[in-house]
Nanobody, 129 residues
Framework: QVQLVESGGGLVQPGGSLRLSCAASGSGSTLNYYSIGWFRQAPGKEREGVSSISSGDGSTYYGDSVKGRFTISRDIARNTVFLQMNSLEPEDTAVYYC????????????????????WGQGTQVTVSS
């Protein structure tokens, strides 16, 4: 069992930045074995993939709408994954979730919600002036 706790959300003005954290805990929850994905869901919309970082080699993937603005990274010693979000836009407003998959995520599979075994409770990000 893996527990995931997101933090770092909040209210920010357009053009601003936020850094989200996803702390993993539980038996065998090392990031060497789990790929971690970030997803978001806005009211009335489907959950969409934002970014993912693979277990092992740490390959990274991004959704088209966030490429060049968001950066995913991890601290294996702290079992924590980060999502640095820059140049935020009102369209980025959503609840952001992190999720863990007990496999090596690669290619287009990174954005499939069904491959992720564990999910956090989410953190709200609101971009507004």
């Amino acid at each position: 069992q893996v527990q995931l706790v997101e933090s770092g959300g909040g209210l920010v003005q357009p053009g601003g930045s936020l850094r989200l954290s996803c702390a993993a805990s539980g038996s065998g929850s090392t990031l060497n074995y789990y790929s971690i994905g970030w997803f978001r869901q806005a009211p009335g919309k489907e959950r969409e993939g934002v970014s993912s970082i693979s277990s092992g080699d740490g390959s990274t993937y991004y959704g088209d709408s966030v490429k060049g603005r968001f950066t995913i990274s991890r601290d294996i010693a702290r079992n924590t994954v980060f999502l640095q979000m820059n140049s935020l836009e009102p369209e980025d407003t959503a609840v952001y979730y992190c999720a863990a998959a007990r496999l090596y995520v690669h290619g287009s599979m990174w954005s499939l919600t069904r491959i992720y075994d564990y999910w956090g409770q989410g953190t709200q990000v609101t971009v507004s002036s």
